[in-house]
């Protein structure tokens, strides 16, 4: 099980890395991008593949131990010349993560012609889902994830 302080420590992770205006990724040895955060015992990272459509893997570790994680691919549908306004829109959906479930965005989000969707089943501790963006009522966007626990 996810303890207050694991689902806390995601809470800051999430947006202290993908989700922040700031932050940006470093590239890995195998064409990889990656993002990392700790703060002693735990850590987080969120390492991926690709742009346009992207699948990655975020991992939590306590004391160098896998204890979470979540896997994800997804990415535009159409409108490639909308992504960098869709990504940043993503990224404010992201900090509006329900406070039991830091693990994507709110079940609906809208800002100006954009509007995001995000269904899941289950808990922080063992979940499948997925998230949708819309601009002018066409989908652009989606991703697929699932994840939990690690024993």
Not at 27 to 34: I, P, S, V
Not at 84 to 98: A, V
Not at 141 to 150: K, P, S
Request: aromatic share 18%; net charge positive; proline share 4%.
């Amino acid at each position: 099980m996810v303890n207050k302080e694991t689902i806390d420590f995601i809470h800051r992770a999430k947006k202290a890395t993908f989700a922040s205006k700031t932050t940006k990724p470093t590239k890995t040895k195998d064409n990889g991008l990656e993002y990392s955060y700790g703060e002693r015992p735990l850590l987080y990272k969120d390492k991926y593949f690709g742009y346009f459509t992207d699948a990655g893997q975020e991992v939590v570790w306590y004391n160098g131990t896998p204890i979470w994680s979540m896997s994800y691919r997804g990415g535009m549908l159409s409108h490639e010349d909308l992504s960098s306004r869709c990504f940043s829109f993503l990224k404010r959906c992201l900090q509006r993560f329900p406070e039991d479930f830091p693990v994507r965005g709110p079940k609906e989000y809208e800002e100006g012609d954009f509007r995001y969707e995000n269904g899941w089943k289950g808990d922080i501790n063992s979940f499948s889902g997925e998230e949708k963006i819309f601009w002018k009522e066409e989908q652009i966007y989606f991703r697929n994830y699932l994840g939990g626990t690690i024993k």
